[in-house]
């Protein structure tokens, strides 16, 4: 949104206006889901995660307090403006208000990720008290906040979110085309988002590159468990499909010899630890892990494929032959949702046994006291809850697409500030 109306105040092409407002209408829907169940979270640290929250309260009070103060407010200060600020305030306020709504999101996803890295990788913290009264005590903010895991978690999982709205954005501009509506709306909307796409593909392989070698650093027994290596090896090598066996302690499928010493040591001559050098209880779910990460793996390989056929279907432009690539890029919307949900499964289950890694497992920080009736019921009440929000969104989203953007009328013309100074130009 930040660049169609940045598009819009240098070009003053209307068409960049059009999309703005149009996407706009589904950035509302997709907001207000995203904070009705992600409230829901925070209360989930006081009921089910009692001894966590104790335990962590002194660290993550201070970075998830600075997510409310520099985030939240920056976002809900400007999203009125940016929703119903149209046409009542002048064209480069209304940017301002969209790219501080947008600045805000970041910080958001820079505070959530800089506690969850330091679940991963605690830092700049000392433990205090014995038994019930242990907890950790924050020492240094900027080594906890600025923790060995944050920067390159951080980069990966906000390449992962623009990933994901630029092939929503492909998505949409594609059905548009198959359908032949607003061709020109789409045709510019299937470029942009097409060109951003292809960019955080290849930017997002570095990223993981990155991120990997990190986690053989830093979470030996998760990158393990990832790539299924139960024995050590030289040289050490990567599966490409396969299962994991936790009884056999093997996996078996195919592989490319050498490939993962290359990718974590650059050197095919190194052997990356495997599972059997650590106590099984330390173990995380290996067979649910090794899956979850290639799914991960397998999406990313789609949305290359998917960008090479959008490129081909773009230079073919309304031929026949075309409407298949088109198709593909309708379903691509999956393709990133999906990678996301497998990279934070992979992160979370990888992490097992432990909540704060090394510090605490997860058994220990739970509420003991809890019934599990009370546990299912109340999850039953959410699920169902959730399903509802659900399908209220998947139904507002589909009416929205398929009704597509506003029509320009005559008064809308005259009511831009643009066009509105070039008419009494020519009056004049």
């Not at 307090?65 to 809900?76: I, M, Q």
């Not at 906000?158 to 990933?163: S, T, V």
Request: glycine share 8%.
């Amino acid at each position: 949104m930040v660049i169609m109306e940045g598009s819009y105040l240098i070009t003053k092409q209307p068409i960049y206006e059009k999309m703005t407002k149009f996407w706009v209408h589904i950035f509302a829907i997709i907001f207000a889901v995203g904070v009705a169940t992600g409230l829901v979270q925070v209360f989930a640290f006081g009921t089910n995660w009692e001894n966590f929250s104790r335990f962590v309260g002194d660290v993550f009070g201070s970075i998830l307090g600075a997510e409310g103060v520099f985030a939240f407010f920056l976002e809900s200060g400007f999203i009125a403006l940016l929703l119903f600020g149209w046409n009542k305030v002048g064209p480069k306020t209304h940017f301002f208000s969209t790219l501080m709504v947008a600045i805000g999101s970041h910080f958001s996803g820079i505070w959530i990720v800089a506690a969850n890295s330091w679940m991963q990788t605690p830092a700049g913290y000392k433990i205090i008290g014995e038994g019930a009264e242990r907890h950790a005590v924050m020492t240094k903010w900027w080594e906890a906040v600025n923790n060995p895991s944050t920067i390159d978690r951080l980069i990966h999982v906000l390449i992962g979110c623009w990933l994901a709205g630029a092939f929503l954005v492909l998505s949409v501009s594609a059905y548009y085309l198959l359908k032949n509506r607003h061709y020109d709306f789409a045709r510019k909307a299937f470029r942009l988002s097409l060109i951003m796409a292809t960019f955080f593909v290849v930017a997002q392989a570095l990223s993981g590159d990155a991120t990997g070698r990190l986690v053989a650093k830093v979470q030996p027994i998760k990158l393990a468990a990832m790539e299924g290596v139960f024995e050590t090896e030289t040289p050490s090598r990567m599966m490409v499909v396969g299962v994991a066996n936790e009884k056999e302690r093997a996996t078996k499928g195919l592989s490319i010899p050498g490939l993962l010493s290359f990718l974590v040591y650059r050197n095919v001559h190194e052997a990356v630890p495997g599972l059997n050098q650590v106590p099984e209880e330390l173990w995380p779910p290996v067979g649910t892990v090794f899956q979850v990460y290639h799914i991960m793996l397998y999406m990313w390989g789609c949305m290359v494929v998917t960008c090479i056929l959008a490129w081909i279907a773009f230079a073919k432009k309304r031929k026949t032959s075309a409407r298949w690539m088109l198709w593909v890029c309708v379903f691509s919307v999956l393709f990133p949702e999906i990678a996301n949900q497998m990279g934070w499964f992979t992160a979370e289950i990888g992490r097992q046994p432990w909540v704060v890694y090394g510090l605490m497992r997860t058994a220990d920080g739970a509420t003991h006291h809890l019934h599990p009736g009370q546990i299912i019921f109340s999850l039953g009440l959410f699920l169902l809850v959730y399903a509802l929000l659900f399908a209220m969104f998947v139904y507002l989203l589909d009416r929205k697409i398929k009704h597509g953007p506003d029509d320009s009328s005559v008064y809308d013309e005259y009511r831009d500030p643009y066009k509105m100074k070039d008419s009494l130009r020519q009056i004049s």
